[in-house]
């Protein structure tokens, strides 16, 4: 059974850079042809993809989102981090780590995290 989990700080300040990351138990994140994605839903508001780090540990940003945005992984932990840049409240939101074998651009995850909500606040 694959499992994700979010962990990080649930507060950030303005204009810190917000840093969580996703632990995956059940399979290695270097597993072929899956690909690992952070997404966040703002309070009232759709879910938003940040972007993904792939198999190969290749990565690709949301363009709205890519001049702030990196994702790296540690494969010995089987871990994947985000790191949000020059937050502002704007970027307040439940986080979610998801991956699987499908498109992430396409919305296609077969596992998801709980999620973990981030406050952007002094």
Same mark, same amino acid.
Do not use: M
């Given at each position: ?51 993904? $780090?792939? /198999? ?5 940003? %949301? #363009?709205?989102? *890519? ?7 540690? &494969? ?17 939101? $439940?986080? /979610? ?5 499908? %498109? #992430?651009?396409? *919305? ?7 999620? &973990? ?6």
């Amino acid at each position: 059974q694959v499992q994700l989990q979010e962990s990080g700080p649930g507060l950030v300040k303005p204009s810190q850079t917000l840093s969580l990351t996703c632990t995956v138990s059940g399979v290695p994140i270097t597993a072929t042809y899956h690909y690992w994605s952070w997404i966040r839903q703002p309070p009232g508001k759709g879910k938003e993809w940040i972007g993904y $780090i792939g /198999y190969t540990g290749n990565t690709y940003y %949301s #363009p709205r989102l *890519e001049s702030r945005v990196s994702i790296s992984w540690e &494969t010995s932990k089987n871990q994947f981090t985000l790191q949000l840049s020059s937050v502002t409240p704007e970027d307040t939101a $439940i986080y /979610y780590c998801v991956g699987g074998t499908g %498109s #992430p651009i396409q *919305e296609e995850y077969d596992y998801w995290g709980q999620g &973990t909500q981030v406050t952007v606040s002094l």
